[in-house]
């Protein structure tokens, strides 16, 4: 795992911004399908937004969801986080 993530005793971060409509519409397929996450706002959190565009090669695309294995999903429609959410309970 790159040292440059979370902790992987974090699960599930999603870094966001509260003024975007795709953040809303990833944390409500979420919070629907019962998936535990910490959302973190990279406009309040200057070291959530360096890891971001660490992530990204210098852009800040939200949402970015990083999961505890170093899996990064960057501005996932609703189909593609379903897609990897049950691609994931497979393996869990």
Do not use: H, N
């Amino acid at each position: 795992m790159r040292s440059d993530l979370p902790d992987p005793r974090a699960g599930l971060v999603v870094y966001g911004t509260g003024w975007c409509p795709d953040v809303r519409r990833s944390r409500a397929l979420l919070d629907g399908a019962g998936v535990p996450y910490r959302y973190v706002d990279v406009e309040v959190d200057a070291a959530a937004e360096r890891l971001v565009r660490g992530l990204q090669a210098g852009q800040r695309r939200v949402p970015t969801l990083v999961w505890a294995d170093g899996g990064v999903l960057v501005e996932p429609g609703d189909e593609e986080l379903r897609a990897q959410l049950d691609a994931r309970a497979g393996t869990s």
